[in-house]
T-cell receptor, first 115, second 113 residues
């Protein structure tokens, strides 16, 4: 069965530093993978998605992620953190069930950005 | 219109009350979803509607009753809830074809007293 594992429930970086949030997937077939961000008391916003068209995916707000089949990873990066990036980040994968599809989330990583 | 609108934003209800959560989208999406999110946890899928028909029910207790009156609306009827049902309830929608990703509303913060 497909699933995603996020390594590190909390990540803290300094403003201007590299952001690296880790996500590994388990799947016997190429998965459809997503990164979402959730700001406090808000819904989820799609950052980027991997749908097998390209292994390096660029998203909104300067984020990008690289699909590495050999490492079964889809880590999220941003070269320079901004205070406004502080939020909860979720990696997610599509599962199919009874002919329907559903989006299933990892446990999330809380990003703190220090001045 | 590229939004999913949820009302109300906040709801406090007693354990004997009946209330409803509403979700609306005008993007032409044919699939709609209800998720429940407890504090410091990821969203958990409750229901999936595809072309206005219930396609997935993740063994949700019957005190939660979904309804999809048309392709733009999704309701969640609540009755006899428990305090542990207090959570953020998120609605989402998607185009046909899951690779487009889901669009989420900002949620309804529910407190059961």
């Amino acid at each position: 069965a497909q699933s995603v594992t996020q390594l590190g429930s909390h990540v803290s970086v300094s403003e201007g530093a590299l952001v690296l949030l880790r996500c590994n997937y388990s799947s016997s077939v190429p998965p459809y993978l997503f990164w979402y961000v959730q700001y406090p008391n808000q819904g989820l916003q799609l950052l980027l998605k991997y749908t097998s068209a390209a292994t390096l995916v660029k998203g909104i707000n300067g984020f990008e992620a690289e699909f590495k089949k050999s490492e079964t990873s889809f880590h999220l990066t941003k070269p320079s953190a901004h205070m406004s990036d502080a939020a909860e980040y979720f990696c997610a994968v599509i599962l199919t069930q009874g002919g329907s599809e559903k989006l299933v989330f990892g446990k999330g990583t809380k990003l703190t950005v220090n001045p | 219109d590229t939004e999913v609108t949820q009302t109300p934003k906040h709801l406090v209800m007693g354990m004997t009350n009946k209330k409803s959560l509403k979700c609306e989208q005008h993007m032409g999406h044919r699939a709609m979803y209800w998720y429940k999110q407890k504090a410091k946890k990821p969203p958990e899928l409750m229901f999936v509607y595809s072309y206005e028909k219930l396609s997935i029910n993740e063994s949700v207790p019957s005190r939660f009753s979904p309804e999809c009156p048309n392709s733009s609306l999704l309701n969640l009827h609540l009755h006899a809830l428990q305090p542990e049902d207090s959570a953020l309830y998120l609605c989402a929608s998607s185009q046909e074809g899951f690779f487009y990703g889901y669009t989420f509303g900002s949620g309804t913060r529910l407190t059961v007293v």
